[in-house]
């Protein structure tokens, strides 16, 4: 096989999971010696210049496609649309998206709910989809902390348009990759064919994550994340740091990112202010001594498709404390790499104090969770099912005759 011009379609290239996920496919798919490009819909809070809303819909305006780079080197396209803050415009078919897919050999959709594939979906070529969940699943804790009048919206207008837009999606011609075995529950319960699914964690470089030279200070608890986001349950986070704190024991609290005005007060109403610190917004280079500071890990989230933030503590070293929130639930094991724990914020201080305290058994669950990411996670696995589900699309393998 000759090298293909490969089209990564995904959301914007900026933070979270789905970008590292974009990043680390684009990095194997060029490595083997494929074109790579990307291509993502354009945003109204981040590619204003681009979209046409409501407001401006009787300007001479028009939608606008914008070349440039993503990930330090590779090509991008930013792909605007009208009535942009509807969102469900951002996945629809339009001319600009039919003219970026023709010019390309093969296409894939980095995304975390399926939503991301409707460009290419609506055209009824092969593709293949990695994904993290459902649309619901993603919508629902969202949902929450929207104000009321998007609440309304969203539960009576915009949730059963893009349901209608998932199931078109679950039944046109392509593979899906989902990152945990929760994902490919999910998506066989909404009506996904199970023989159209099949399951690619995200690796972990476990060069770049390892244990620190020194252990960490005891009693440092962490979260990497994006606070924001009302999956994260970080409530229940705070909640559980409250009752080791009353509980006199000796602990604190890192996270990434900042606070919103909501997390402060609350932190503040808990009087926890002297025992939690922020990082910041942390880039890849970073994250490794992040994790590497960290005595517990901790995942409070309502729910996860897989939590990639999990595996890189693992990888470090730490041990997890989880909720069963889903993902998780595929590396987090009980007794041997964490503890999985209800949404009880007694019970996750239990089983964060009961880490912390025991030096000994905090190294066991360390060196096992280490191991369990290099057995389950790594590079060689990734490359295979990648290799696997390329396959069942187009009937060949992306390293075949490639040197």
């Known amino acids: 096989m000759t090298a293909q011009s490969v089209l990564i ?22 490595s083997l010696g494929h074109a790579v490009t990307v291509a993502h819909f354009a945003t109204l809070s981040d590619y204003p210049d681009l979209v046409v809303p409501s407001w401006k819909i009787l300007s001479a305006r028009r939608p606008m496609v914008r070349e440039g780079i993503c990930f330090g080197d590779v090509p991008c396209l930013s792909i605007g649309c009208r009535f942009p803050e509807l969102e ?4 629809l078919s339009s001319k600009r998206w039919q003219d970026v897919i023709s010019e390309y050999d093969r296409h894939i959709v980095v995304t975390g709910t399926v939503l991301t594939a409707n460009m290419i979906a609506k055209l009824g070529m092969p593709h293949l989809v990695w994904c993290a969940g459902t649309m619901i699943e993603d919508r629902i804790d969202r949902r929450q902390s929207m104000p009321l009048p998007r609440r309304l919206f969203d539960q009576t207008i915009l949730s059963p348009i893009l349901r209608v837009m998932e199931k078109n999606i679950l039944m046109a011609d392509g593979h899906f990759m989902a990152v945990s075995e929760y ?34 200070e ?7 994340g994006r606070p924001e986001d009302g999956r994260k349950n970080l409530s229940l986070l705070f909640s559980a740091l409250k ?5 006199k024991q000796n602990v604190s609290l890192q996270l990434t990112g900042s606070p919103s005005a909501q997390l402060t007060r609350e932190i503040e109403r808990l009087d ?7 990082s910041g917004w942390l880039n890849a280079d970073e994250l490794p001594e992040f994790y590497q500071s960290l005595d517990v890990f901790v995942i409070p989230s309502l729910q996860e498709g897989l939590n990639m933030a999990g595996i890189q503590a693992m990888a470090s ?26 949404f009880d914020a007694a019970e996750m201080a239990a089983a964060v104090a009961a880490i912390v305290s025991d030096r000994g058994n905090r190294d066991v669950l360390g060196a096992n969770a280490r191991h369990y990411v290099e057995t389950n996670y790594s590079m060689d696995d990734f490359a ?18 490639l040197s």
């Not at 469900?88 to 996945?91: A, E, L, Q, S, V």
């Not at 295979?384 to 005759?401: A, E, L, Q, T, Y």
């Open 9 to 30: 379609i995904t959301l914007p290239p900026l933070t979270g999971g789905v970008p590292d996920k974009a990043r680390i496919l684009i990095q194997h798919l060029r």
């Open 88 to 91: 469900f415009p951002y996945y």
């Open 183 to 216: 994902t490919r529950n999910s998506m066989v319960a909404v009506g996904l064919d199970d023989k159209k699914i099949s399951k690619t964690p995200i690796p972990v470089d476990v060069i770049r994550f390892h244990p620190p030279a020194m252990p960490p």
């Open 218 to 224: 005891q009693g440092v608890i962490g979260f990497a």
């Open 243 to 247: 009752v080791l704190l009353d509980q």
């Open 272 to 278: 926890l202010a002297e025992h939690v610190s922020w």
């Open 317 to 342: 070293g730490v041990p997890v404390v989880s909720t069963h929130c889903g993902g998780p639930e595929d590396y987090v094991i009980d007794g041997k790499t964490g503890s999985l724990v209800g």
């Open 384 to 401: 295979k099912n990648i290799s696997d589900s390329w396959f069942r699309v187009w009937g060949d393998r992306p390293d075949s005759g």
